[in-house]
């Protein structure tokens, strides 16, 4: 089975500064999807950005980027002009093939919190 | 406004009581997940079902029982059979794999069950 590892339980930022969470993953597959949530207070669970693992190209959402390294199995998330608002767990996730049945379902990390001071 | 509505937000439970906790989507999704989260522990999935009439169990659906015969709908009960039950319980829908490869999961708001 794919594992996700996330090592960082907690990171701290000052607003408008730039913080990096990592996260590492195990596959033997060739094409899979990647995937950053993001889990504020109220815990609803909210997609921040997503990367196929064939497009070379690192995927960004405005302030959201992400550095992909398939190779290493890397999949770290930067957050840039950091906001109080960002202060919320961020859930590293894979896409994995279901079995016996022609489906996916998402492999998650333990999550790293993030706060951010002002 | 399409999503998911999980219900009661917070469930509380006497030891031996089976309880069923509700998810419903209009988000015409095809496949329907139940995921337990503890702290540092992450999202587990309990169940999944992928279509009408059939579901799988994920890695800890031990205690955990489901039913989909609507689309729009994928209950979990969580058993008297279930060691630790208190816990977050997150339900989640996505696009049937051939309509989405990327298997992006759409989440309602979750169901805190407190066993007392």
């Known amino acids: 089975a794919q594992t996700v590892t996330q090592s960082q339980p907690e990171m701290s930022v000052q607003e408008a500064e730039t913080v990096t969470l990592s996260c590492t993953y195990d596959t033997s597959e060739s094409d899979y999807y990647l995937f950053w949530y993001k889990q504020p207070p109220s815990r609803q669970m909210i997609l921040v950005i997503r990367?196929?693992?064939?497009?070379?190209q690192n995927a960004t959402e405005n302030r959201f980027s992400v550095n992909f390294q398939k190779a290493a199995k890397s999949f770290s998330l930067k957050i840039s002009d950091s906001q109080l608002g960002d202060a919320a767990m961020y859930f590293c996730?894979?896409?994995?093939?279901?079995?016996?049945?022609?489906?996916?379902?998402?492999?998650f990390g333990k999550g790293t919190s993030l706060l951010v001071t002002p | 406004d399409g999503g998911i509505t999980q219900s009661p937000k917070y469930l509380f439970r006497k030891e031996g009581q089976n309880v069923t906790l509700s998810c419903e989507q209009n988000?015409?999704?095809?496949?329907m997940y139940w995921y337990r989260q503890d702290p540092g522990q992450g999202l587990r999935l309990i169940y999944y079902s992928q279509i009408v009439n059939d579901f799988q169990k994920g890695d800890i659906a031990e205690g955990y029982s489901v039913s989909r015969e609507k689309k729009e709908s994928f209950p979990l009960t969580v058993t008297s059979a279930q060691k630790n039950p208190t816990a977050f319980y997150l339900c989640?829908?996505?696009?049937?794999?051939?309509?989405?490869?990327?298997?992006?999961?759409?989440f309602g708001e979750g169901s805190r069950l407190t066993v007392l």
């Open positions: 990367q196929e693992a064939y497009k070379q």
């Open positions: 996730a894979y896409r994995s093939v279901l079995r016996g049945v022609s489906g996916y379902a998402l492999n």
């Open positions: 989640a829908s996505s696009m049937r794999f051939g309509d989405d490869p990327t298997g992006e999961l759409f």
């Open positions: 988000l015409n999704h095809d496949a």
